[in-house]
């Protein structure tokens, strides 16, 4: 009798089964799946030897100690960011797909395309914020100018001839120089490229006049004097350039453009993915080897929580939309 009274009935089963069921769900991930068990991809929009490259591949080593995996750095550039944004809005949603975003690809370009493939919001688990850098305006060989307002003064007496190049159609570098274009009253052309290695080679060679483009690029061209840098566009003076004045300084009075970079995942990626890799970034930009040399380079290494980054694109989608409608700039 007493083995009869302690046998479950069936009814008691399977309220046993939903119990557990539901204990699992609600079980963070780490209690029952390790994340990562294999390699990260991290997909940068830009070909390698550029800015976002060189920022993406010193977060990636540090990211890779403290998670315990490789981060395989994935270059896919062109179209101003967008080819490598919409490989990774498509990819799964697993926490080992992750998009180095820029300014450009998630405030930028939805008001730069008409017919963009990927809602810079609805398709991303923003992740952490982890840089924050200034554009510097860079003269080179060709163009015999050594301050703002010589160009300026030479852009309006020779307009459409002084060109600009940049990391590609709707990059922040492009932008960058619409809007000194547009509040200096002159005429620039404009010569895209795709990222900021091939514009080296052709500034260098004099094929290009000038760009808006990160120092990071161009450090040690501007200390050999090969290239000649005449403002930078953060509202400060940047430390690693305290000569060089901001554009705001030489003349353009409220100028100022900082590019900013984070780490985003597709949408629906876990939370508690996301909220592992946000501590492995956090940590991995506080690390006093990569913020000296980052700072070194007019680069600010910083972090936030996922909820900040969100918050940060929607605040500037709109911001960009007025600044690309102003330039009258447009890509199909």
């Known amino acids: 009798m007493l083995k009869s009274r302690l046998k479950p009935s069936p009814i008691n089963r399977r309220a046993f089964v939903a119990t557990v069921a539901a204990a699992a769900v609600a079980m963070p991930l780490s209690a029952w799946a390790a994340f990562p068990d294999k390699p990260l991809r991290l997909v940068v929009p830009f070909p390698a030897g550029g800015a976002a490259d060189v920022m993406a591949r010193g977060m990636a080593q540090q990211m890779s100690l403290q998670l315990g995996q490789q981060i395989v750095i994935e270059n896919r550039g062109g179209a101003g960011g967008t080819i490598g944004a919409e490989l ?13 975003a820029t300014m450009g690809t998630h405030a930028i370009n939805s008001a730069l395309y008409p017919k963009l493939r990927y809602d810079p919001i609805k398709d991303f688990a923003p992740i952490a914020l982890t840089h924050i850098t200034p554009r510097v305006l ?53 010569v895209p490229y795709k990222g900021s290695a091939p514009l080296v080679t052709d500034l260098l060679a004099g094929r290009v006049d000038a760009t808006f483009d990160s120092f990071t690029v161009y450090e040690e061209f501007i200390k050999a004097g090969r290239v000649h ?10 430390g690693a350039l305290p000569q060089v004045p901001t554009l705001d300084e030489a003349g353009l009075k409220g100028y100022e453009v900082s590019n900013w970079l984070g780490v985003l995942a597709p949408a629906g990626t876990p939370k508690e993915v996301v909220t592992q890799l946000n501590e492995a970034i956090v940590r991995a930009m506080a690390d006093p080897g990569l913020k000296k040399q980052l700072t070194g380079l007019g680069i600010e290494a910083t972090a936030s929580s996922p909820e900040e980054l969100g918050n940060l694109i929607r605040s500037e989608i709109p911001k960009w939309e007025r600044i690309v409608k102003s330039s009258g700039a447009r890509l199909e």
């Open 88 to 100: 990774v809005a498509r990819a799964p949603a697993d926490g080992y797909t992750l998009f180095f």
């Open 138 to 190: 860079v003269v080179g060989p060709s163009l015999k100018v050594r301050s703002v307002s010589e160009l300026i003064a030479l852009a309006k007496a020779k307009p459409g001839t002084i060109t600009y190049g940049s990391a590609g159609n709707g990059s922040s570098s492009h932008l960058s120089g619409a809007l000194f274009s547009s509040m200096a009253g002159v005429e620039m052309t404009h």
């Open 229 to 238: 840098a005449l403002a930078v566009t953060s509202s400060k003076r940047m």
